[in-house]
């Protein structure tokens, strides 16, 4: 778990979870990183990549960096850093071969993409694309933000969702060689004003979500697997009919099984709960509060029972039960108290 802080507040930590209890204990804390806002791990977890942000979203360009990973305490050694070639760095993608590793610059939005060498560390950039343009909230989308920068299950495509343009704009990707480049469908647009922020894939394969952050709302999107194409199926809010006051999305996530998805709302300081129909197509369970303010990342264990969101503004992390039948959430324990938690990993 990351700690989004600036000096040496910001560092990645690594706990054990008791799926009984909900109880979470620190193994290890890492020496200040700057600004870890997002990370990613290799499958064997030897190797990890993160945000590395002396000022985060300023004038100079921020970095990545790699750290080899210790896996019983979950120590890290600095391997190197590279330049992001952005500001506001915000995602970190590897690919599931561990060849290449993708970021997301939000402030000047852009993605670029780099190679992971032998010892782990990482290559200087190899492709990089400048967004351009912009949408129709004037305050927020005056240029291109790119948010996430997702990997499709078969490893042959990327997607990135930039908040500024309401686009998710789509990438061919060659992970030997960590290139990409347009697709022949180069983006899918979103509903004007909507900003999509993340994105995640349905468990088959075959559909993707894309959680919204201003106007609350998820899409649901047809994956063309051969083609990379994506169509829009639907978009539904993430939101109760009656609520009235100022609200953002953040993240979005399904279970293993592809039977229910959450999303976070950050005003509401809720987990909006869906149950995925057979077609894709979404139903609200309801609303289950996130026990903190502005809820800002999820995370759910292998075997589905279990969900955790960090609050990143409210300092805290909260374990839920989901209920293998409904989908409903149950808090389970008490919240963590921790500084400004903003990414999650199990790793199991």
């Not at 993409?113 to 990089?128: A, H, K, M, W």
Request: net charge negative; with cysteine; charged share 15%.
């Amino acid at each position: 778990m990351s700690s989004f802080a600036g000096g040496t507040g910001g560092a990645i930590s690594t706990y054990t979870l008791n799926p009984e209890t909900g109880e979470l204990t620190r193994l290890h804390q890492s020496d200040p990183i700057p600004h870890p806002f997002f990370f990613d791990l290799i499958p064997d977890h030897s190797l990890l990549y993160t945000i590395h942000a002396e000022t985060f979203g300023g004038q100079q360009d921020e970095q990545i960096a790699a750290y080899r990973r210790e896996k019983t305490t979950g120590s890290l050694q600095l391997l190197n850093r590279q330049p992001t070639r952005g500001s506001a760095s915000c995602f970190v993608e590897i690919d599931s071969s561990a060849q290449t590793v993708l970021v997301a610059n939000y402030a000047t939005g852009s993605v670029v993409s780099y190679r992971i060498n032998e010892d782990g560390s990482l290559t200087p950039p190899v492709s990089f694309v400048q967004h351009v343009g912009r949408s129709v909230n004037d305050a927020r989308q005056q240029g291109p933000h790119a948010h996430c920068f997702v990997i499709s299950p078969n490893n042959q495509f990327a997607y990135a969702a930039d908040l500024g343009l309401d686009q998710i704009l789509c990438y061919a990707l060659d992970a030997s060689s960590g290139a990409f480049r347009p697709n022949a469908q180069p983006f899918v647009r979103t509903p004007p004003g909507s900003g999509p922020r993340h994105l995640t894939f349905h468990p088959d394969g075959l559909r993707m979500y894309v959680i919204n952050e201003l106007l609350n709302s998820v899409t649901h999107f047809e994956f063309v697997q051969e083609t990379g194409m994506l169509i829009e199926r639907e978009t539904i809010s993430t939101l109760p009919d009656n609520f009235t006051g100022e609200s953002y999305c953040a993240d979005v996530k399904i279970t293993p099984d592809g039977a229910f998805l959450y999303g976070t709302n950050r005003g509401h300081d809720s987990i909006a709960m869906y149950r995925v129909a057979n077609d894709g197509s979404l139903r609200l369970i309801g609303f289950e509060p996130s026990l903190g303010k502005g809820p800002q990342n999820l995370a759910i264990t292998a075997d589905g029972r279990l969900l955790l969101c960090a609050n990143m503004p409210g300092n805290t992390l909260a374990v839920f039960r989901i209920d293998q039948q409904t989908g409903t959430l149950t808090p389970l324990g008490t919240p963590l108290t921790i500084t400004s938690p903003s990414c999650l990993r199990i790793l199991e």
